[in-house]
């Protein structure tokens, strides 16, 4: 039944999104801006960007975020979504209690705890921190958010089409392979996103597990804010935004014709 | 259930594995480093790299546990400095998941309304600040507040205030930042429960004499208790530890227990006390963290 | 001269609708109803009196939902009014109106017990608790299900779900109550004896019942009224006996209950007043009365038999009327009734159907034989659309 949204819900929205989105919208503009200040707008200038580009350590920096975000975030994949799979499709196994327990508490935990506890563990057995040991950081705590995504899909799968699989002569592993993983793969997708966007943007746990030669971007850029900031980072940030903004609009865009294609392909079987 | 056939022999060993290997590697980066923290927050201060002593000895276990020392915990109890910071982080997290709440079920709820050919549109809309660095976000909001800020140079341009307010470094900063920094985490698993709230169970409601407001206390608020919960827990745990927020917008007068520990451990590089720190935080925070695992198992039972 | 009546035209002495000082107590003005894309509904009138057990009675699509949600206040008219008890609706919200709803997934609120569940519309008009207790009591009884008052929806069938739904509906003693295709979730002995039980149900109360269905065997059953809808529009409203055996139009033929369709030219009339009429599906005409007149010579037009109506057998006497001749296509055996599908020698298909009214018989007809076909000339209804 089409129903359009009422007036209240449509400002409650709009608000909402303004909220959301004033400080992004702020950061972009003001990364054009000519002046360093953000009180006052300098004319409209590119000078950031051209700066940010000899800014070697913001560079270097990032380089190390982006890796240790796709390591992490490929492991954490890969862990949470067996996670998920002995939470939803296990029944009762010894040690499931527990197990909800410890796949849900990272989730909550306030990451200075989590950040001190593996540093120290580090420490206890003298492995050296660096770039390894924030990647090992990252992956404990983002393989519980992709278990919770891929949980979720996995819950409302049809298990019918399973069946029907097993029926035509698969066995549980090929029928794994072959209908269930193709099916479940936004979900998955989704999940390794997800810990690739917390892997990025965290600051509290790298900062406790790096070590020398391995500093990501958020640790740069709050060294540099309690210094005082140069609009670089405005400039950093809005390339980021332009780099994520583009790949949410193309995925969206094929979702949109993946759906009106199977529209059509229903409504011409539907006639012949 | 979706219980898949049982299987002999070596299928079963890789069957075993699925769920080992994730929660191997749980047990020892996750569990692991609690108990060594504790262990630590056992010991005390020297200037040492590690600077803690005693230091684990293999050969000498007794000799190990006569040097543990409850000092740590001593001085947190008596100093007054870390009470109070325990007290404002709880009040604090505690109020702006209130705020949250209030800000965050309205836009669960239109977004859950909306046509659903927006609703993927919407979501993603929620989601996508999330892609952009937290810390700058923060840092933006810092711009905002301060007194030659955005904020102020609106509102005496409308001639609402005749003086810049004061609201960059102290607590109205901080949950301004906690709600806007939080709020994914709190429309997210509310969406999700009144997304599956059936629309008819509201028309019967108006049906049988209920104006909408009514309806919405007696009918939508009772059932999506689930995603209240689920949504309130994940925001008030982590935001009890809290660092940054409090760090960029709080200012030196508001002492969250999060930048306690921060500081403890770099500043005064006093391992052993920021572990104590932690133990305790952990200690406030079981409770929580107990009712969030069971309320989420609940929701993982429930499903059909 | 005995006054000869169709069949099914006089069903019981309630028909306010023949009344002309009757008011009516529902009344739809000219509605018409349009979402974005569509149209649900197109400039509809329709006069619903106090007391019937009325039926809208359509295929999936053809606006009768929307009709019924507007009068319940869920959706607002386009244009056009709608009048209850003399007082327009139009901006009255639900909770305001004296109309309720029984909802097709019953929607009963699964947080709270059956008990709670039905007092709930008691509760929002503020009645005393005491006299909420008495009348949610009397709701449990009315429906039998007194011993399960503290239950939980989850804890409830099927169908002792939908008694809790039209208990909660009638606790307020609405004026109109409104059911949205009641009888869908149920098996089909529950449906047969829910039928019986609403129309005794609604015997008693009095209350004007509104129900909405694709089912034309529930309408049939149980209404005073039916209005046939298709697209946005009411082909025709009448008891159920005028729809059965004096359809308006070809779909409402088609639509409720099985029928034959012939199509031919009008060929003159003879000395009896029977019309003759050109076909394909007989050598000669067949001939069939028009009570109505409508006919006049040269005009094309369709002709509807219904199954039972037609004679089947091997030999018919000459003199039958309306004789035709074919051959057994398909059998379908109901039980206590068998549906013959016979091609005719001109090659379209008639179906012809008749009671098992013996255990035995000897020497059944079976597939591939010859046989006749025959019907009365008052059999026939002519369509006029």
Known sequence: MRRSLGMFNATVLAFGFAFLYLPIVLLIVYSFNASRLVTVWGGFSTQWYVALWNNQALIDAAWVTIRVAFLSATAATLLGTLAAIALVRYGRFRGRTLFIGMVYAPMVMPEVITGLSLLLLFVAVDFNRGFWTITLAHTTLTMCFVTVVVQSRLISFDTSLEEAAMDLGATPFQTFLRVTLPLISPAIGAGFLLAFTLSLDDLVLASFTSGPGATTLPMRIYSQVRLGVTPEINAASTILIAIVATGVIGAGLLAKRNASRAREAEKNSGNS | MNEMMPKPGRTHFLRMLVPAVPLLWLAVFFLLPFLIVLKISLSYYVTAQPPYAPVWDWGDISGYFSALSFENYRMLVEDSIYFSAFLTSIRIAGISTFLLLIVGFPIAHAMARAPVSWRPMLLALVILPFWTSFLIRIYAWIGILKPEGLLNQLLLFCGAISQPLDILNTETAIFIGIVYAYLPFMVLPLYATLEKLDESLIEAALDLGCPPWRAFWAITVPLSKSGIIAGSLLCFIPAVGEFVIPDLLGGSETLMIGKTLWSEFFSNRDWPLASAVAIVLLALLVIPIVIYQNSEARRLEEKP | ?385
């Open chain 3, 1 to 385: 001269m005995s006054q000869r009546v169709r069949l099914g035209a006089v069903r019981s002495t309630f028909s306010p609708w023949n009344d002309p000082t009757a008011k009516p107590l529902i009344q739809f003005q000219s509605v018409t109803k349009q979402f974005s894309d569509t149209v649900a509904v197109t400039d509809l009138s329709l006069d619903i009196y106090e007391g019937e057990f009325f039926c809208l009675l359509g295929p999936s699509g053809c606006g009768k939902t929307t009709l019924m949600r507007m009068l319940a206040g869920f959706e607002q008219p386009t244009s056009g009014k709608i009048i209850l008890g003399g007082r327009d609706l139009s901006g009255v919200p639900p909770y305001r109106r004296p109309v309720n709803m029984m909802f097709q997934s019953y929607a009963l609120f699964p947080h709270m017990s059956v008990e709670r569940n039905i007092a709930f519309g008691l509760r929002q008009d503020g009645m005393p608790a005491k006299e909420i207790g008495d009348r949610v009591l009397e709701m449990l009884r009315l429906v039998q299900l007194e011993p399960l008052a503290r239950r939980y929806p989850a804890q409830l069938s099927g169908g002792q779900r939908q008694r809790v739904a039209l208990a909660r509906a009638l606790a307020k003693r609405p004026k109109v109550l409104l059911l949205d295709e009641p009888l869908g979730a149920l098996d089909k002995k529950l449906r047969e004896e829910t039928q019986f039980e609403l129309m005794d149900l609604q015997n008693d109360l009095g209350t004007t019942f509104v129900v909405v269905t694709h089912d034309q065997e529930e309408a049939m059953t149980m209404a005073d009224r039916i209005a046939v809808m298709n697209k946005g529009h009411i082909e025709q409203v009448g008891t159920p006996g005028e729809i059965y055996e004096q359809p308006q139009t070809r779909f409402i033929a088609e639509f409720v209950g099985d029928v034959n369709v012939l199509e031919g030219k009008v060929a003159g009339r003879d000395e009896t007043g029977h019309w003759h009429v050109e076909t394909s599906a007989s050598q000669t005409f067949l001939t069939v009365d028009d009570p109505d007149e409508v006919l006049h010579d040269g005009q094309s037009v369709a002709i509807a038999i219904r199954p039972e109506k037609m004679i089947v057998g091997r030999h018919l006497p000459l003199s039958s009327p309306n004789l035709m001749s074919g051959e057994v296509w398909d059998i379908g055996y109901l039980g206590d009734w068998t549906v013959y599908r016979i091609r005719l020698d001109c090659g379209s298909f008639i179906r012809a159907s008749r009671a098992n009214v013996n255990r035995y018989v000897d020497n059944p007809i079976s597939w591939d034989e010859g046989v006749q076909l025959s019907f009365a000339p008052d059999s026939a209804v002519i369509l006029s659309r």
